[in-house]
């Protein structure tokens, strides 16, 4: 049974979807990990598969890390469908130790399987905490997880090769959510460098208000300027408030923080209550001089929760959007809006 179930590459048609072998040998591995397990009653109707049975040791014996016992099990399956994953769990239990080159060639030779994405990126987490930094420098550069990205600056900062590295860092710093502790050394270092700018830090807190994490910000309003403070403080205050007193800002000075507070706080406050965003844009356009882009960005978010809100003023609300600014969401909304208004001038 087990031989109608192949799904090897070697077996695959020429341009075969890699997904698909994927999931193909995922379930293959189930089934036969799943079959050696069969209760004894159900075994002696067929007689023991003796390359599953060795499989299935084998299998226990990397997981556990007994190196002996593994070797000799999978010295007789060399030529089995599925040793390859033998050989995955046998890395992974090893990948702290194990020579780079051998790692690296045996993900390069399997990189459609399914277990390749995750070893890499178990396997180059180890190095970093390993400090192994020759390896990580040869071989993690160009991964997308932070943790794997920090430990590799990392790594650049201790072989004295830091060039160009300082906006890496500020990118990895300048997000809306905290980074893992491998990314610690990498920000210290960030900072000594002086490029822990009051600029840098205030696009961290915008980014961390847009991500809905707003006690980020009471951990990164140290790294603005004393005069600056107050801008974090309002921004919390409208937070806490759900931005329905965003008419407020009308009594601020025009400056960039105005503007990212309130274009923020429109669309937020759009989202529960479109009528009133729409009045206090009305009693800040003028006051705050968004940009054109910014402030088309407002006028289509407010029309299109008016339109998810069934809202009386949609259709004005529609029109008052600038061309630039409609994006296909929003003129879904809008034939939808003018269809169950019966407005067909609208719709067309």
Excluded at 33 to 49: G, I, K
Excluded at 125 to 130: N, T
Excluded at 239 to 246: A, K, L
Aim: charge should be positive; proline fraction near 4%; hydrophobic fraction near 45%.
């Amino acid at each position: 049974m087990i031989n109608q179930f192949r799904c090897a590459k070697q077996a695959a048609p020429a341009g075969a979807n890699r997904r698909a072998r994927k999931a193909c040998r995922r379930v293959l591995l189930v089934l036969m990990l799943a079959l050696s397990w069969l209760p004894s009653a159900s075994q002696a109707a067929a007689a023991p598969d003796p390359q599953l049975q060795a499989f299935v040791q084998a299998w226990e014996a990397a997981r556990r890390g007994d190196r002996a016992r593994f070797e000799q099990l999978k010295s007789g399956l060399g030529d089995y469908l599925l040793y390859p994953y033998l050989q995955y769990e046998d890395y992974r239990f090893r990948r702290a130790t194990l020579d780079a080159a051998e790692m690296a060639a045996f993900l390069d030779a399997h990189a459609d399987w399914a277990f390749a994405a995750g070893l890499k990126k178990a396997w180059l987490k180890a190095l970093g905490e390993r400090q192994r930094w020759d390896d990580l420098i040869q071989y993690a550069g160009n991964h997308s997880d932070v943790e794997i990205r920090c430990h590799w600056a990392r790594a650049r900062i201790e072989k004295q090769d830091t060039e160009g590295l300082l906006p890496v860092a500020q990118q990895l710093w300048a997000v809306g959510q905290s980074q893992p502790d491998a990314c610690d050394p990498l920000f210290d270092w960030m900072r000594k460098q002086g490029g822990l700018t009051p600029q840098l830090a205030w696009l961290r807190i915008r980014r961390a208000m847009e991500a809905r994490n707003p006690r980020l910000t009471l951990y990164l309003a140290r790294f603005v300027d004393s005069q600056d403070r107050v801008w974090v403080e309002r921004w919390q205050q409208q937070d806490r408030q759900g931005y329905t007193r965003i008419d407020q800002a009308r009594h601020w000075p025009d400056q960039p923080q105005a503007r990212d507070i309130t274009q923020f706080g429109l669309k937020h406050l759009a989202r529960s209550d479109a009528d009133r965003a729409w009045h206090q844009f009305g009693q800040l356009d003028g006051s705050i001089h968004w940009s054109d882009e910014e402030r088309g960005s407002i006028l289509s978010e407010i029309a299109l929760w008016s339109a998810v809100a069934h809202a009386a003023d949609t259709s004005s609300r529609m029109h008052a959007v600038p061309e630039a600014a409609r994006n296909d969401r929003m003129l879904e909304w809008w034939a939808r809006n003018g269809l169950a208004t019966g407005n067909w001038a609208d719709v067309i």
